[in-house]
């Protein structure tokens, strides 16, 4: 199998782009270095099309070895032919190679294997074949034997069509067309168990899809409702037109006195060993393309999140909401230290609201506090009123915010969280990481398993192992793309680093509490464990503010320092201009970039990322995105009336639609058909995570706390 000639036709690159990062991969590179230091080698190749590529090159690898191993056992048996050699060495895929394998697998004792021992193999050729001129009544009297257990006449012919109905069962092609027609033809039911309970499943009490048209996040839901013991489901397939399929291809001499025989075998083969057996392959496949949905958009959803814009500057209260329990509150400063932290009971049953509101403006006052970040959870409506009536009392310039606190007490309670406030309880912490994901939400959310943060839809019935690794990447390419501060990152943020593992990560901060700030990128090869090869994999995306090399703040690899440097004197930009912010179009003053290239021996990609680097020094790809809305009032459910245009930020996004946060305690959702004008296929072609939209209200339903909104003008 050509893997290469695969992928690139898979990819629609050239298969020297492939084989180059194959190359890479193998050597030990890493995406994110690969998708930004190896332009040249790939032909720029970005980090989605080398994901595709790293994980079709995983998959066809493990299928050549799946071949080899099908292969040997075969052989081993003495029953590999050149015909079914090709048939093995040509299938694409790894269900391909297993219907091929089936016939030859070691099986557990069957009616078939049963039959076989018996001695009624004989008979079941005799009847396969449909040339004797005998009856196969006449034709099963000689395998009537008391000593092998063969009593009558009708329990060999029962034998011989129980070892048919397993070759049937076990041929590779009849198993694929059985598959295609269920998929093409099948359809997807639902039952309710008992139709009188109330249930969130009550769509799905009478439910029919056809197979081929079933959308993800219904079959997540029905597969849910399952597992609950709500619903019975199954896939009904065609099997009217299985069986005339199986019949047509099998029975050669359709008058013969065996095709009756021959024919009771198929549809013995069909229902009691292939149904089933496709019945949960195609589950599995609707479940597999259900999930990798789910995932791909959990995927967007957590990147858009991870890459909200940092609110820079600003001293924030964070403000973890409760009801018994109290208020947690932790005023952090700018660069993300607590500098205080209090309880207060402004909600019931206490209702402490005045003296709630003295402590309150007291840490105002006390540290310059220009910002709360409420988080959205129990206790969020009632805390938000107390906020928005503080600040019509206060002269000072406060706004508020109300951030996502998913995850926040799932970090709050974890080991890493005690290593950072070990003198903090949970209150405390949960607080404080409210008031850090405004900050820098990149940098307090890659302390939380991204399973745990709530942009998706269904994560916890999906395949974890897949999830975790999907989200993993997201996490992974936002961190590189944004870059860290080496001097002041977590463990925990720098672990997504390119190339620092988790033990890389812990010595770099061990390192640098014992020796103090790095000075330079290079001084990073002195922590232990700490080699030339994670070197190279990571310096690039690491910066140093105020270190001994002004390139060390730049996203400019070490390995083109000379290149950067030459190109600066080139063209009269002096370490002072990258100081303050960069220069202004260097682009144009560079001129033929393939000339430029040459003469600095870089290539033509490597150049231009130079130079965009050098018009601004160290920038954050986050500041292009939208700010987060920064309010100073509220709005409640009945104050909203039809027609009534807001501006709000997307929460979620998921199949079927969007979650805007418009200033309501209750998120209002936009349906994929009030989005745009146009088809779309999915909401993610139309908004983003994170996304300010505006908004008109369409509907508002108070008992179900429903807000129906339009993007539509």
Aim: hydrophobic share 40%; proline share 3%; charged share 30%.
């Amino acid at each position: 199998m050509n893997i290469v000639k695969i992928i690139a036709e898979e990819l629609d690159v050239k298969e020297w782009q492939v084989e180059k990062t194959i190359a890479l991969i193998d050597d030990g590179n890493t995406i994110p270095f690969i998708s930004r230091y190896r332009k040249e080698v790939t032909g720029s190749l970005n980090d989605e099309q080398l994901r595709s590529l790293d994980e079709r090159l995983t998959y066809l690898r493990n299928l050549d070895e799946k071949k080899a191993q099908v292969l040997a056992t075969i052989e081993e048996q003495g029953k590999l032919t050149d015909e079914l050699k090709k048939q093995i060495e040509d299938a694409m895929t790894l269900v391909a190679v297993e219907d091929l394998y089936r016939p030859y697998r070691p099986k557990r004792r069957t009616k078939a294997t049963i039959a076989k021992e018996k001695g009624l193999e004989g008979l079941s050729v005799i009847i396969a074949l449909s040339m004797t001129k005998k009856t196969i009544e006449e034709e099963a009297m000689a395998y009537v034997s008391e000593e092998k257990g063969v009593l009558s006449v009708n329990e060999a012919i029962d034998g011989a069509k129980d070892i048919l109905a397993e070759t049937y069962a076990d041929d590779a092609e009849i198993r694929t067309r059985i598959r295609e027609l269920t998929r093409s033809k099948g359809k997807l039911k639902s039952q309710a168990k008992d139709k009188e309970a109330k249930s969130v499943y009550e769509m799905y009490y009478d439910f029919e899809e056809d197979v081929k048209k079933a959308v993800g996040y219904r079959i997540l839901a029905i597969n849910r409702g399952e597992a609950e013991k709500i619903l019975t489901v199954k896939i009904e397939a065609p099997a009217d037109d299985i069986i005339a399929y199986m019949n047509k291809k099998i029975i050669n001499k359709p008058d013969h006195d065996s095709a009756k025989y021959i024919s009771e075998a198929i549809c013995d083969s069909y229902e009691r060993l292939i149904a089933p057996s496709v019945e949960r392959e195609i589950r599995n496949e609707l479940t597999e393309m259900a999930e990798e949905g789910a995932i791909s958009v959990f995927g967007k959803n957590l990147h858009q999140l991870l890459m909200q814009p940092p609110v820079a500057g600003q001293t924030v209260l964070g403000w973890d909401p409760a009801f018994r329990t109290g208020c947690k509150l932790a005023v952090v400063d700018p660069t993300g230290k607590v500098l205080d932290t209090v309880v207060i009971y402004p909600t019931a049953p206490q209702n402490k609201v005045e003296q709630a509101k003295q402590v309150l403006k007291k840490l105002i006052d006390k540290y310059g506090i220009t910002l709360i970040s409420l988080g959205n959870g129990t206790a969020s409506r009632e805390s938000e009123m107390v906020i928005v009536e503080l600040l019509k009392e206060i002269k000072a310039d406060v706004k508020y915010v109300i951030v996502n606190e998913a995850g926040a007490s799932v970090y709050s309670a974890s080991k890493l969280a005690t290593e950072e406030f070990p003198n903090f309880d949970v209150g405390q912490r949960s607080a404080a990481s409210i008031a850090r994901r405004i900050q820098d939400p990149l940098a307090e959310l890659v302390k939380i398993d991204p399973k745990s943060i709530g942009v998706g839809q269904y994560q916890h019935d999906m395949n974890q192992k897949n999830l975790g690794n999907a989200l993993s990447t997201v996490v992974e390419d936002c961190v590189n793309s944004v870059g860290v501060d080496l001097n002041t990152a977590s463990a925990s943020l720098l672990e997504y680093i390119s190339g620092i593992n988790k033990t890389l990560a812990k010595n770099i901060v061990a390192y640098r509490e014992e020796n103090g700030t790095f000075k330079n990128r290079s001084e990073l090869l002195k922590v232990p464990k700490l080699g030339p090869k994670a070197y190279e994999q990571c310096a690039g995306f690491l910066r140093i503010h105020g270190g001994d090399e002004i390139l060390d703040n730049t996203s400019v690899h070490p390995e083109s320092y000379d290149a950067t440097k030459a190109l600066m004197s080139k063209i009269g930009l002096s370490e002072e201009d990258i100081k303050c912010g960069g220069g202004k179009n260097i682009g144009k003053m560079v001129g033929d970039s393939a000339a430029i290239a040459k003469e600095l021996q870089i290539g033509e990609p490597t150049l231009k990322d130079i130079v965009k680097e050098l018009e601004k020094p160290g920038r954050d790809p986050r500041e292009e995105l939208d700010k987060p809305i920064l309010r100073s009032d509220v709005l409640e459910m009945k104050d909203l009336t039809e027609g009534m245009q807001l501006k709000g930020t997307v929460r979620n996004v998921i199949d079927f639609g969007a979650f805007v946060d418009i200033g309501v305690h209750q998120d209002g959702l936009v349906h994929i058909s009030k989005m745009t004008k146009k088809f779309i296929k999915h909401p993610l072609e139309a908004v983003s995570v994170g996304d300010i939209v505006d908004v008109t209200v369409i509907g508002v339903d108070l008992e179900k706390k429903r807000i129906q909104l339009s993007m539509i003008d």
